[in-house]
Structures are given as C-alpha cells and as structure tokens.
C-alpha cells in the first residue's frame, strides 16, 4: 500500500464532514440564506471553541453528560435482567410485545406531561423520561438477542449436563451480548436526544438543550450552532465509546 | 359593423372594465405573524370590524408559537409584519441586522395594566417580593422573561442560589407546578396569573415590577411587546405600511377602550372565556405619540434588555420606531 493510499484510507471518515463544510461554506459565500441566520462555518468553530475554553459550554455540556449517563444506567440496570427475563420465556414477552412497540413508537415529548405528573418539574423528570425512552430501546435488543441464542450451543450445554440457570448464565446471556450491545448504543443515543429535548422544553436553567433554545431566542447563531455541534460530538463519542467496548468484550459476536 | 366585430369589442370592453374595476378595488396583501396571546387583540379588532378592508389591506394571518420564529418569518419575508412582537427580540434583531422591523404600537405594562408579576401559592405568607427568601421559583420561559426576574429580586436584596433558587417553565405548565407544590411561587404573564388565581391555586404578590423595580417608577410603562413592521414592507410599499398603521390606530383605541373588544379574546387568543371580561390587558400606544419620557422609558427598557444579554448590543429606541 502506498502512503498516499494510506493517507486516504485513513481520512475516508473525514471526507464526508469535508464535503458538509464545504457545502455549507458555500450556501453562505452565495447567500442561499440570511447570514444573520446562517453564520459561515468559520464563525460558528470559532463561537464553539471559544465557548468550550473560556465560556459557559462546558458547564452546560457536562450537565448533559451527567443526565444522559444516569438516565442511561438506570435504563441498563432495569432493561437487561427484564430483557433476559422476558427474552427466556417467548411466550411472556409476546404478552407485553404490544405495550413495548406501542411506547417505542411513541414520540418522548408526547410522554413528557405523564412524566411531569409522576416525577414532577425537577431533574428527575428528565432522567426518568430519558431512562424509559434508552429502557425500551435495550429491553427490546435483550429480549431478542436472548430469544435468539443459538440453539446448538444451548443444546450442547445441556448434553454435557447444565441446568436450566447454568445454561442461561454461561451460554445464552452470552450468546445475547451482541445484540444487548446494539441496544445499548441505540439507547446511549435515545437517552441523549430525549435529555436535549427535555432541557428544551420543561424547565432547565443549564444543559445543551437549554442553551441552543437561548441562543436561538436571541440569535446568537454561532453561539447555537456551537451547542448543537456539541451535541453531535456528545452523540458521536458515547456511540464511538459502545463500538470499541463491543469490538473488545463480545469479539466473538456473528461468528 | 359586423355581428361578429360587434361582440369582440364588446367581450374587450367587457373584459378590460371588468379588470380595471379589480384593479381598483384589489385589496394590498399584507402577511401578519400573530403570536396568540392577549396582545395580539388590535389585530383581531381591526380585522373583525373590517378596518383593514376599509383602507384596502387583505390581511393573511400566519400563527406562530414562538417569538424567534416570528423574527425569522421577518428575516426571510415569509411575513410582513408582527402583531405583538416581544420588543427586546425586535431590538435585539436589528442590533444584528439593521432595518429588519420597526414598532408602531407598543403594549405598556405596570401595576395599572398589568401584565408580568410574581404570583405565589395561595396559602403563602408572603407580603412583597423580599418575603421570597427561601422561595423555589419559576419563571416564564425565555432569556428576557427570566432576566427580568433575577433582575427584579436582585434589586430587592435577594441573592439567586443563596435566597432563591429559580428556574424556566413552560406558562402551560406553571399552574400544574405551583399547584402540586413543586414551586412556593414564580414569574409569570397574563391570563396565566389570572387562571392561577381563579382557580384558587395563586396569589397575585406584586404586578408590574420591571416598572417599580427596573424602570424605578411604578407609573411608568414597560414597552415590552408590540406591532412591528418588516424593513422592506416600510421600505417597498411605504402607502401600504401608512394604511395598515391608520387601521391599527383605530384598534388600538377600541382594544383600549371599548369592552366589547374584549369578546375577541377568547375567540382568537387563547383567553378563557370566563375571563375574558376581567383579564388585565397591556395599555396599546402608537409609537408616533409616544412622549419623550415614555421613549425615554423606552429606552431604559432597551438598556435594561442590553445588560441582561438579550440584546446584543446597545439600541437607540428611535430607531425601532415608526412615525407613520
């Protein structure tokens, strides 16, 4: 291999965020939009770097690190032995396969009200919605990764003389990782989105969600942009962090 | 002159009288973003007495929940103007862009037409605002509305976080909040505090408080909503931005005077019908007759909006007013 097909190799990843930056360099060079509206690329890394080291950005990106990592372990902690439960027992997980689809499909801001009444207007609020949104999300993957388990192995666990809980927890729980990791990073990201949403919509004085309303009440758009390119990054790093965990712990995964 | 010649002329004149009498009588379109809320009434008694028809406006309402969207309708022209625009937003975005909207009716508020005002539970003890001490709070969601807030408590001693904490919610949600006992009080708008207080959740503690407490005079009125036009409708079609503004002009006068205009207010702007008698309403001024001391007011109003953040930059008020 080359170095210059090296070089490319490895910036591929990055040739779609260059052909975005261009786009959008472009679209403000050309004026397709007011600039007050859409700020140059320059002006809105500019705002975001600023923000990050001498301004308030960390702050508020950690205040969503913080809810989005408690509402995500609520959700592990409650959705994976459930999703193991009902992943063992098909027929139990077809009697409530209908409520799970059904508040899957249903939009997080739309459950907010019910929230509201149950936890109230403080942080628990947020956490909680966002647990029950990153909850059905890896209830769902465990319920399935379990259900799917290879039956061959199971069986060979059972000819060499393991139990019924000996073959749940060394073949099958096992079997389920993979598929308990894509509920995972499907849940870190619901979990994400719905603390955003929520710390837009009921009540938050911080956070990333709060901050891109603020700074488009007042249109300060770089400053918006810089919050919402945070938010990408957050997005990014915990999907980034759930592959490398994946690729590490369950190398066995599809084989 | 043949029979056939003699139709073609006729259907001509026919077709030309039938054009020139639209062309007299077509009405100038005008697209109004009306953000609904109580002050948005002069635009619904303008429209429902027929005086835009009278000067030749056809209006297109165009609702819109929130204020950055009316600003950015202005921005892209997707609207002409704005029935209630909060006044530090208009301000905040010509400081950005020059000529994006002007003022021809601001909404006043204080004490006497009440407005902005802290409620607290019904069963609170507090007298005045420096009984919040210890106090959980919302406020109105929104940079200006919880600005103001911290502003106003900050001028009567209180320090956030040490004897206060505060937070933004939704006005839909306040009621709910302060009633379940999540909060001891807050910052809130008209018809809310009004609802709280019918329902016997609230207590009005002390209304008009930018005036008392920022503006430094309980008489005087905060500027903080009113009917903006776009830059370019001022500019491109200056008899049509005059004759909007003569139409306004009489609404105004009835919204301020005339009850029966208050039955408008349930109908189009989210009142509850059983207050719509009694609900404070702003008291609506024309720019061109504002005083000096009331632009002064004006003004402190911007400066205030300024040191809060809400503006980006220091704005002279008579440059965000029309005369028309």
């Known amino acids: 291999m080359t170095l210059l097909s090296r070089l490319l190799e490895r910036t591929r990843p990055l040739i779609g965020v260059a052909v975005l930056v261009a786009v959008w360099a472009l679209a403000h060079q050309l004026r397709l939009a007011d600039p007050v509206l859409l700020p140059s690329p320059a002006e809105s890394f500019s705002a975001f770097w600023k923000d990050l ?8 990106f950690s205040k969503t690190i913080i809810r989005t990592t408690a509402a995500f372990a609520i959700a592990l902690v409650i959705a994976v032995p459930v999703g193991v439960v009902l992943g063992s027992s098909e027929k139990l997980y077809r009697s409530i396969e209908f409520l799970i689809d059904f508040f899957r499909s249903t939009p997080a801001s739309a459950m907010f009200p019910l929230f509201l009444v149950l936890f109230g207007v403080g942080e628990r609020t947020k956490i909680a919605v966002a647990a029950f949104g990153a909850a059905l999300a890896i209830l769902f993957n465990v319920a399935y990764g379990v259900m799917n388990a290879r039956k061959q192995r199971q069986l060979a666990a059972k000819v060499m003389g393991a139990n019924a809980l000996r073959v749940l927890t060394d073949v099958t729980i096992w079997e389920s990782l993979p598929q308990t990791f894509v509920g995972m990073r499907t849940g870190v990201s619901i979990a994400l989105v719905i603390v955003i949403v929520a710390e837009m919509f009921i009540g938050s004085t911080d956070g990333l969600g709060q901050r891109i309303m603020n700074a488009q009440m007042v249109f300060d758009m770089p400053q918006m942009y810089a919050a919402i390119f945070a938010s990408g990054a957050l997005g990014y790093a915990l999907n980034l962090l759930f592959l490398i965990a994946e690729r590490r712990f369950v190398h066995w995964g599809g084989k | 002159m043949k029979r056939r010649d003699f139709v073609s002329l006729f259907s001509a004149s026919a077709l030309g009288l039938g054009l020139g009498t639209r062309q007299a009588f077509a009405a100038d379109k005008v697209k109004v973003g009306v953000f609904p809320s109580s002050s948005a009434l002069p635009y ?23 204020h950055p969207l009316i600003v950015q309708s202005l921005v892209t022209g997707a609207i002409d103007a704005a029935t209630n625009l909060v006044t530090l937003e208009g301000a905040n975005i010509n400081a950005r862009r020059p000529n994006t909207l ?3 009716s601001l909404g006043g508020q204080n004490s006497k037409y009440i407005v902005e005002q802290f409620v607290v539970k019904a069963s609170s003890t507090a007298k005045t605002l420096a009984d919040l001490k210890g106090a959980k709070l919302f406020s109105a969601p929104g940079p ?20 206060y904490t505060i937070q933004e919610q939704q006005l839909g949600v306040q009621l709910g909040a302060l009633q379940s006992g999540n909060f001891d009080g807050g910052y809130t708008l008209e018809p809310i505090a009004s609802i709280m207080i019918r329902n016997g959740v609230g207590r009005r503690l002390e209304a008009g408080v930018i005036s008392t407490h920022l503006l430094g005079n309980p008489q005087a009125e905060a500027y903080a909503a ?99």
């Open chain 2, 226 to 324: 009113g009917c903006a036009l776009s830059g370019p409708l001022l500019k491109d079609r200056p008899d049509v931005a005059k004759r909007f503004a003569a139409a306004w002009s009489r609404a105004a006068q009835d919204a301020n005077t005339d009850v029966a205009a208050r039955d408008l207010l349930a109908a189009d702007m989210n009142v509850p019908a059983d207050l719509a008698p009694t609900v404070p309403l702003a008291h609506f001024v024309l720019t061109k007759d504002l005083t000096a001391a009331q632009l002064g007011d004006f003004q402190k109003f911007l400066d205030i909006g300024t040191s809060l953040g809400v503006v980006s930059g220091k704005v002279d008020a008579k440059s965000i007013v029309a005369t028309l």
């Open chain 2, 102 to 104: 002007s003022y021809i």
């Open chain 2, 144 to 163: 200006a509305n919880i600005g103001a807030a911290k502003a106003v408590l900050k001028a009567v001693g209180l320090t956030e976080n040490t004897d």
């Open chain 1, 53 to 60: 080291t001498v301004g308030t950005l960390w702050a508020d």
């Open chain 2, 44 to 66: 619904y008694v303008a429209l429902k007495r027929g005086y835009f028809r009278e000067v030749g406006i056809e209006t297109e309402t165009v609702v819109l929940a929130t």
